[in-house]
């Protein structure tokens, strides 16, 4: 089983890019399954709609996941009522395990997504250790998928260890900058500490530089707004044995788009 995952859409103009790219990288890489967190898809740069939604799976995405975005710009209901579109599931406000999780059913192949998110340097949600273990428990005899959503590269890296063995593939979210860690840890659990995101070039992590700026020296508030313009496609392709549950191989996806 093959999977394609793309980073974060920053806003419209990330919208722009990934649908060029997108066709592009499925058919390349052929994907059986197709990620796309879509947590800052929105024209502001955070959050969701059901129009950005619609937009991203007419790209081609099979699965939306989210982040700590995700109930920015709609409530719970909207990850009740769309199954394929998800927010965290360990959010204090999400009761409903289905808003954070679901199963891709290709036939012969089954494929569990769960949106995660961490707790170091983020708002404090439910433990992703705890609410892994009954994901595992429930979802374990089928090959599983983890965007994981955190800010701390030692927490994705913890997770990721502990779930090694049980889960298919963690990829870590947030950061937006591709790390060069890519790998498959000793009993067959791909990783990545972030897979990066879709969002111009000329940008900070595909926000307007001149409000970054500004925020940074100044350390006061300022309207941020999406940078336009070329960018690029960040994510990573992972093979999974549907048999063994484990991943096979991983790679890198950096496409720049003009």
Do not use: W
């Not at 590269?153 to 779930?163: G, M, N, P, R, V």
């Amino acid at each position: 089983m093959k999977i394609l995952f793309i980073g974060d859409v920053v806003g419209e103009n990330g919208q722009d890019i990934l649908a060029k790219a997108l066709p592009q990288l499925k058919a390349q890489y052929k994907p059986d399954v197709t990620i796309v967190n879509g947590e800052n898809s929105h024209k502001s740069g955070t959050g969701i709609t059901e129009k950005d939604a619609r937009f991203i799976f007419g790209c081609g995405a099979d699965v939306i996941t989210g982040g700590n975005h995700s109930l920015r710009r709609c409530n719970v209901d909207f990850y009740e009522e769309n199954e394929f579109v998800l927010c965290p599931v360990n959010f204090n406000v999400v009761s409903d395990e289905k808003c954070g999780v679901c199963v891709m059913d290709m036939g012969r192949d089954q494929l569990c997504v769960v949106s995660l998110i961490g707790t170091v340097f983020l708002d404090a949600n439910r433990n992703p250790f705890f609410e892994m273990d009954k994901i595992v428990k429930k979802y374990g005899d089928m090959p599983i998928f983890v965007d994981f959503h955190a800010e701390a590269t030692s927490e994705k890296y913890a997770l990721a260890h502990y779930l090694d063995g049980k889960v298919s593939a963690v990829v870590g979210t947030h950061t937006h900058v591709q790390t060069n860690d890519d790998q498959i840890l000793p009993k067959g659990t791909a990783y990545i500490s972030d897979a990066g995101c879709v969002c111009a070039l000329d940008s900070v992590l595909g926000m307007d530089k001149t409000a970054c700026v500004t925020k940074q020296k100044y350390l006061c508030p300022v309207k941020f707004e999406v940078a336009k313009g070329g960018g690029f496609v960040n994510g990573v392709v992972i093979d999974i044995d549907t048999k063994t549950r484990k991943a096979v191989s991983t790679e890198k996806v950096h496409l720049k788009f003009n």
